[in-house]
């Protein structure tokens, strides 16, 4: 009888261990999985973090600044002043040495301006297209991409991902439009380094020919050996 007690009470023991044993398993498994999706949860907060600070950092950069604008009203200002000299050329047909050299270092002057308008600008767009990659490596992320297509994602981090959508947009159009305008007076800029490089040829060569001009009038006496009878 007293076997069949002990024996009673080492099967309900151990019946309570293994149950014991089973809660504690399914409580470490559920522990285990929150914690997973607590970390998963936490890195995307940082993705979406770091891309709201890139795409902030982006936009603002994007922005001309006041040597950009400074940079335009240059480039401006150097368009009319090489028609202007470049029409007052045109109609001085004259081979006057003094007036061909006044106009080459008018040209000149001008040429070292559209060079250094052209180095500022190459720089500028350099560092948008720099901008533009960065842009386009924020698209091609790979957990946006989960986050923007997995339904449960969108869902749960649908108003951050609306804002980085917003500020993607906003940032993509400004860069665009000012690549446009850098583009413009990249145009404007080689058209004035081809135009003057033209006219200083033109230049060269009237010198060259008033030169000699010049040379043949004052020895053509002493070259003269012919004799009048």
């Known amino acids: 009888m007293i076997k069949s007690i002990n024996l009673s009470l ?25 914690q997973k999706q607590e970390s998963a949860t936490n890195d995307y907060l940082m993705v979406i973090e770091k891309t709201d600070e890139s795409l902030n950092e982006a936009l603002t950069d994007t922005d001309f600044d006041i040597g950009m604008y400074h940079l335009i009203g240059e480039i401006a200002k150097t368009k009319d002043r090489l028609k202007l000299i470049e029409n007052s050329f045109a109609e001085n047909q004259s081979n006057n040495v003094r007036n061909l050299q006044m106009y080459r270092k008018v040209m000149l002057e001008l040429k070292t301006e559209v060079e250094n308008h052209n180095k500022q600008l190459n ?15 924020i698209r091609k992320d790979s957990v946006l991409q989960k986050m923007a297509s997995d339904t449960k ?10 804002d980085l959508r917003t500020k993607y947009k906003a ?21 004035q380094k081809m135009e003057l490089s033209k006219s200083l040829q033109q230049i ?11 040379f043949s009038r004052e020895q053509s ?9």
Do not use: C
């Open 171 to 191: 940032t993509d159009l400004l860069l665009a439009k000012n690549l446009n305008t850098l583009g413009l007076r990249k145009k404007e800029v080689i058209w």
């Open 10 to 34: 080492f099967l309900l023991f151990f019946s309570i261990a293994s149950a014991h044993a089973q809660t504690k398993s399914v409580s470490d498994s559920t522990s285990q999985f929150i």
């Open 123 to 137: 720089i500028y767009i350099g560092s948008f297209l720099k901008i533009k990659s960065k842009i386009l490596a």
């Open 153 to 162: 994602l969108k869902k749960q981090f649908s108003r951050e991902l609306a």
């Open 221 to 229: 006496p002493l070259w003269n050996t012919a004799k009048s009878i």
């Open 204 to 214: 060269k060569e009237r010198l060259e020919k008033s030169n000699i001009s010049v």
